[in-house]
């Protein structure tokens, strides 16, 4: 009976410390914040290279993409029509990394058939979240399905002129979809390179922030580029205290979208430093 409390006992003690490490290693879990990357970051690569990558970069989440070859041995790429065994080994190589899919986008279907499909296989994959930006016409199909599915969806915004390129549109769409699941992902870049001031934008968002793509830039123009988080002009601070105020919960993906061949280095960087704002945040 000794033996067994002393086991008990040091159980509980590893426990304790792995947790204590985890928090101070991703204190912005306390705020209920997956910070992890899109895949997109890595689309020089396999899915599987992506995935080393990320975890690389002491992230454990991952968005991904569809179109990334899968690659680790999996034929195939990673669409959402991927045959229900492919899906298996994907699960499988995430698990094998240590890893959690969380979301998959950008993607759009062409059809009500295909807009189930994309459901199905966010189910099937334990996705929380769909980005998208659909066509105006499929908005109430798509509350609907994610009303059945119970799975996030967030209507992304690329940069002027695209479509959704200001808030305003985007939170039309989500009144149009009809669904407490429908939502935004907040790219925060492509916001600075339409010339709109992000926090402001954030506000606008409030109560209906499902993702976020998060990034920092050189410049607010068209051309800019990412840059380790905090040494841009896109206030970052600013931008998480924002999130934290509205008390977001919800992944982060790191969008690194510069220096493809070696970002991971970057990715890594700002990921740290978004962990020294984090601990500064009111």
């Known amino acids: 009976m000794r033996l067994n409390k002393q086991i008990w006992s040091a159980c509980l003690a590893l426990f304790m410390c792995v947790t204590?490490?985890?928090?101070?290693?991703?204190?912005?879990?306390?705020?209920?914040?997956e910070l992890g990357a899109q895949a997109y970051s890595f689309n020089?690569?396999?899915?599987?290279?992506?995935?080393?990558?990320?975890?690389?970069?002491?992230?454990?989440?991952?968005?991904?993409?569809?179109?990334?070859?899968?690659?680790?041995?999996?034929?195939?790429?990673?669409?959402?029509?991927?045959?229900?065994?492919?899906?298996?080994?994907?699960l499988q190589l995430i698990k094998d990394k240590g890893l959690t899919l969380v979301a998959y986008g950008v993607v759009n279907a062409d059809s009500p058939e295909g807009w189930r499909q994309l459901f199905e296989f966010a189910k099937a994959m334990g996705i929380k979240n769909i980005n998208t930006e659909p066509k105006q016409e499929d908005l109430p199909l798509v509350g609907k399905l994610a009303n059945e599915f119970k799975i996030k969806v967030s209507i992304?915004?690329?940069?002027?002129?695209?479509?959704?390129?200001?808030?305003?549109i985007v939170l039309n769409a989500i009144q149009l979809a009809n669904s407490k699941y429908v939502g935004a992902c907040a790219d925060i870049g492509h916001w600075v390179r339409s010339g709109l001031d992000i926090v402001e934008c954030l506000k606008k968002y409030k109560g209906h922030i499902n993702h976020v793509h998060?990034?920092?830039?050189?410049?607010?123009?068209?051309?800019?580029?990412?840059?380790?988080?905090?040494?841009?002009?896109?206030?970052?601070?600013?931008?998480?205290?924002?999130?934290?105020?509205?008390?977001?919960?919800?992944?982060?993906?790191?969008?690194?979208?510069?220096?493809?061949?070696?970002?991971?280095?970057?990715?890594?960087?700002?990921?740290?430093?978004?962990?020294?704002?984090?601990?500064?945040?009111?």
């Not at 992304?156 to 305003?168: G, K, R, T």
């Not at 068209?222 to 008390?247: C, F, R, Y």
């Not at 510069?258 to 704002?277: E, G, H, P, T």
Request: net charge neutral; aromatic share 10%; glycine share 6%.
């Open 20 to 33: 204590l490490v985890k928090a101070q290693d991703r204190p912005e879990e306390k705020l209920g914040w």
């Open 44 to 90: 020089h690569y396999t899915f599987a290279e992506a995935l080393d990558k990320i975890d690389s970069c002491k992230l454990k989440y991952v968005e991904a993409f569809p179109g990334q070859t899968i690659g680790g041995g999996i034929e195939g790429k990673m669409d959402f029509t991927m045959s229900p065994e492919t899906r298996k080994q994907v």
């Open 156 to 168: 992304h915004n690329h940069p002027n002129p695209s479509h959704y390129w200001s808030p305003e």
């Open 214 to 282: 998060f990034k920092d830039l050189n410049e607010k123009s068209p051309q800019a580029h990412d840059v380790h988080w905090g040494t841009g002009i896109s206030d970052v601070k600013a931008v998480m205290q924002e999130l934290k105020n509205q008390k977001f919960k919800g992944m982060l993906s790191a969008e690194y979208e510069y220096n493809w061949l070696s970002n991971s280095a970057d990715i890594a960087v700002s990921a740290a430093n978004f962990r020294k704002i984090v601990k500064e945040l009111k």
